[in-house]
């Protein structure tokens, strides 16, 4: 398969290509899907390394080969829009707020933090949150390249309308 790569250039110089991570393999309970392109993801990522001790994550940036194929009832623009965690067992997926309490479930200790997902309102006060930050995060941290990125990029997998 064959996958072509698009290469920016600034001043008749190719921008250098960075290759995100791709930590751990299929096979484990969950995979998490997250912007290979965005610091603060990959920091996020770094955390999610150490805390996994039990090695139950799969951890893959949005842009590796093939994950279209293997994922294909996520829509491109997801990736973009929020973190995606799938649960390899049965394929169910949670994006957002509910894919962070689906991990902190999941990882050691995280009931920890976990339950303050029962007290009414913080489900979609956190979801609120993370959505906000998930449009800033380009804005906080996340480097050059992000700063010039539009935002309101077509991945053409939305559904054509005509008027």
């Not at 994550?57 to 829509?75: H, V, Y």
């Not at 990736?79 to 394929?91: F, H, L, N, P, W």
């Not at 800033?136 to 559904?159: F, I, S, T, W």
Request: glycine fraction near 8%; aromatic fraction near 12%.
């Amino acid at each position: 398969m064959t996958v072509p790569v698009v290469h920016f250039t600034v001043a008749g110089e190719k921008a250098p290509v960075t290759v995100a991570p791709i930590v751990g393999g299929p096979g484990r309970r969950y995979t998490v899907v997250y912007d290979g392109t965005c610091n603060v993801c990959g920091k996020l990522v770094k955390l999610l390394m150490k805390w996994d001790r039990d090695r139950v994550l799969e951890i893959t940036p949005s842009q590796a080969p093939g994950l279209k194929a293997r994922f294909p009832w996520i829509p491109a623009r997801a990736y973009v829009e929020s973190v995606q965690v799938i649960r390899t067992a049965d394929g169910r997926t949670w994006q957002g707020a509910g894919a962070l309490e689906e991990l902190l479930d999941a990882l050691p200790k995280g009931w920890l933090l976990s339950w303050l997902f029962s007290i009414p309102f913080v489900r979609p006060l956190a979801e609120k949150f993370y959505r906000w930050f998930a449009r800033n995060r380009y804005k906080l941290g996340c480097g050059e390249h992000c700063q010039v990125r539009q935002l309101d990029l077509d991945y053409g997998d939305a559904p054509e309308i005509r008027p």
